[in-house]
């Protein structure tokens, strides 16, 4: 996945994909009612889908919600900013509370989405590790090299979702 960097922002807007246009000048007059033409670029690709690369931010979020709006097929990636990363903390009993793991990653300045402890496929019982949902990129990495989050916390795994 390849993003472009604009001049007006500090993150890369992504590509935004709208398939199954069967009459493109009638797409064309569609955007031209929500941005200017010098705010968007068009491309046509194979299976009749459209390809648009917005220059600013807010010409993606407008076209974004003129998509929804209209229920036109599309998609779009996630910047990577606001990816979530699922991290696995390992060799923590079970019977630790979830909310005292959630203060102290926040105490220590981790965003924290959700904690679920995890279970056996099989027979449903409680595991000795638990499932955090972050989302700052930076984040993931400083949880990554620390050595604990609370004492009983000797390991980490990460992977991003």
Not at 25 to 51: E, G
Not at 63 to 78: A, E, G, K, P
Not at 92 to 109: A, F, P, R
Request: glycine share 4%; with cysteine.
């Amino acid at each position: 996945m390849k993003y472009r960097s604009s001049q007006q922002s500090q993150f890369q807007i992504p590509f935004l994909f709208v398939y199954g246009v069967t009459n493109f000048p009638h797409m064309v007059r569609s955007l031209r009612n929500i941005v200017d033409d010098d705010q968007y670029t068009t491309k046509c690709m194979a299976d009749n889908t459209v390809k648009i690369n917005s220059t600013t931010p807010e010409t993606y979020r407008s076209l974004i919600r003129h998509m929804q709006d209209n229920n036109v097929i599309h998609h779009t990636y996630q910047s990577k900013e606001a990816r979530a990363y699922r991290i696995v903390l390992k060799h923590v009993h079970h019977s630790v509370n979830i909310t005292d793991i959630k203060i102290e990653l926040e105490g220590k300045g981790h965003a924290v989405r959700n904690i679920t402890n995890g279970r056996h496929w099989k027979t449903k019982e409680p595991l000795n590790l638990f499932y955090r949902l972050g989302t700052c990129r930076k984040q993931y990495r400083s949880l990554r090299n620390s050595t604990t989050a609370e004492s009983s916390c000797s390991h980490r795994d990460t992977q991003e979702i």
